[in-house]
């Protein structure tokens, strides 16, 4: 794959989430955003500020989907694409990759995280589901869940059995998609380019947010000296 072809592939999939993220700050009304924030927590921030507030708890709700929303709308459309695969026919498996004599059904992750227990069953049942499918066609079947970042040890990387699919994550992960070792730096490389430019219509729009909710918390929940009145918020969100 060509840098040109990459770069378009990427700037798609990070334009798209920069697109969900202005839509969130554009739209965000301050009653909902207090109403879901502890307010104890940030007061040992010592926090006292309206503004400084204001900027910090926005910031942990645009940032608390980030990775979900980044997986979804970044990495799996980049896998789908560079692998040459198409959208799985079945609920949690989000790649499916064939060869003559192969079906590989990626479930694409963001980050490693050990599944829990449930969360394991769950990917078994969607998987062993979508492998009743793949039997009529008489091919082998290749489950894998996998991880856009990090690295996993040894004994994740097989079938186990209580684990139907294998695990790759990282280098592994993209070399698998792409046969391209350096590819995960490559990727990276061609994320930032693109991010600066989006990055700096975001922070526009996050600053003028910034702005319009200060004026609105400080007109609420401040004292005669601008100080913040922690027990009026308080009060709001819990009484």
């Not at 955003?33 to 502890?38: A, P």
């Not at 039997?135 to 990387?157: C, H, M, T, W």
């Not at 790759?168 to 991010?195: C, H, M, P, Q």
């Amino acid at each position: 794959m060509s840098n040109h072809e990459l770069t378009s592939i990427v700037s798609g999939a990070v334009g798209e989430f920069y697109k969900s993220r202005l839509d969130k700050v554009k739209n965000i009304k301050l009653n909902k955003i207090l109403g879901r924030k502890n307010p104890y927590l940030y007061q040992t921030y010592g926090i006292n500020d309206p503004s400084e507030f204001i900027k910090k708890i926005l910031l942990d709700f645009i940032t608390s989907s980030d990775e979900t929303v980044f997986g979804d709308q970044v990495f799996e459309k980049i896998a789908k694409e560079v692998s040459g695969g198409i959208v799985s026919p079945s609920e949690g498996v989000d790649i499916a990759v064939e060869t003559a004599d192969t079906y590989t059904a990626y479930a694409v992750k963001s980050g490693p995280n050990p599944f829990n227990a449930s969360a394991k069953k769950r990917q078994n049942d969607e998987f062993n589901s979508l492998r009743a499918r793949v039997q009529k066609i008489k091919k082998r079947f290749d489950p894998v869940l996998a991880y856009s970042y990090g690295q996993i040890s040894e004994n994740r990387k097989k079938p186990t059995k209580n684990k139907v699919y294998r695990e790759v994550a990282g280098r592994e992960f993209w070399e698998e998609l792409t046969k391209d070792s350096d590819f995960y730096l490559k990727l990276v490389k061609v994320i930032n380019s693109i991010s600066m430019d989006k990055m700096s219509e975001f922070d526009e729009e996050f600053n003028k947010t910034i702005s319009r909710l200060t004026k609105e918390f400080s007109n609420n929940f401040s004292r005669d000296d601008g100080s913040i009145n922690w027990e009026k918020l308080t009060k709001f969100v819990s009484g």
